[in-house]
């Protein structure tokens, strides 16, 4: 048996470092690689326990999937952990043509032939959701059916139309899917899971609605996997899952949250579509940060790319001289009816122009927002690793990279999903995790 407790792959890269916070504040060792790692860069980080590799998955086609995920989860499957995860964001948004779960799911039966695949997509510390197979999510202090919910139901990719995950998922896969509801998870949960694997379901989803649920969902899920490797689908609840269970057997203790150290400005590169990043782009704009638009539809264009790149990169780099933090995004909020999202070239464009502004200026803390942007922009970077530095909201910590170019070795970042934080989170990660008082 391998001595790793865990493993996994993130569909996006922003949820991959929130798996990694959770992991870092229960004293667990860890390291989030930015693709397949080398035997050089495994060396690096002898005693992790858990090891992640970050994807983009979740922007990707099921042809994509077929040709790429086989490769990932051999590599996952070959550390002989007792869990491989298939991390996706807690919103489980998706579609039959882009980053299509159930694909993934099919896949990972076929790499790992397990007795069933656990789908565990609440997690109540970001405010999802699950009671009897139907997702819910928070937005502005409220709990929505994710359906109902005011940016998922109307997400430019990949829009949630139905709460009923079962349902949502039999538009991806033909497996069947079971389901261990709360009241299963109250009364008996071993016999009722032993009832479904014997109904010949392969996959089972299981509700989570607070730290109970979860609680009794981790310790079913490590006793199955102690007796045979379990290959896992959803959200950090999952991790969280784990977690609990590990911490009350002694195998993992909780280490103390910790904070960084402020510095004079950051740099924020913005994809995000969603209000609440809108909310803290218009909140920092008017306390001291320079916000700089950039046109996607210029961007991304062949014939005006690169001269929309050097106006808004020549524009930062005199904000930056001036001392002052700046903000470069392409969305305020949602898109306009009929406007077409970008994905990957958006993100791809951006990273290439944030690789050459941190070549040539000495700012060492960024955050980059939107799950698509930070999964495509940050592998522009040629970064190979991220370990967590320091907690600041749940689900977008700070976070240390490590690169073979010594220009990045000292870069600290956080990598925001739209939906994370509140409206001083960028002011918040300039202080390094510490509130403000004012």
Known sequence: MSSLLYVYYGDDFTGSTDVLESLALAGIESVLFLGLPSQKHLEAFPSCQ???????????TPDWMSANLPEIFERLKAFEAPVTHYKTCSTFDSSPTQGNIGRAMEIGHEIFTPEFIPIVVGAPHLGRYVVFGNLFA??????????????MRCH??????????RKHLA???????????????NVDAATALA??????TQAVLFDGIDDASLATTGKLLWHEATHRPLFAVGSSGLTEALITQW?????????????SKPVDQILVLSGSCSPVTEGQIRWARVNGFTAISIDPSKLTNPATTVATAQAAEQECIEELAKGRSVILYTALGPLTTGAAPHGEQLGTRLGKLLKSLLSNNPVRRIIICGGDTASHALQQLGLYALTWSASVEP???LCHAHSDDQIFRNLELVLKGGQIGGQDFFELVRNGGRTLRR
């Open 395 to 397: 689900g977008a910590p």
């Open 171 to 185: 538009k991806q896969t033909a497996m069947p899917v079971g389901l261990m509801d709360v009241r299963a998870l």
């Open 247 to 259: 911490q009350s057997t002694g195998i993992t203790a909780p280490s103390p949250k910790h904070q």
């Open 138 to 151: 928070t937005a502005n202090g409220q709990v929505y059916r994710i359906d109902e919910h005011p940016t």
């Open 195 to 200: 009832t479904e694997k014997s109904a010949g």
């Open 156 to 165: 430019p990719v990949t829009p949630m139309t139905e709460a009923d995950l």
């Open 50 to 60: 858990t090891i992640g590799i970050a994807g983009d998955s979740r922007s990707q």
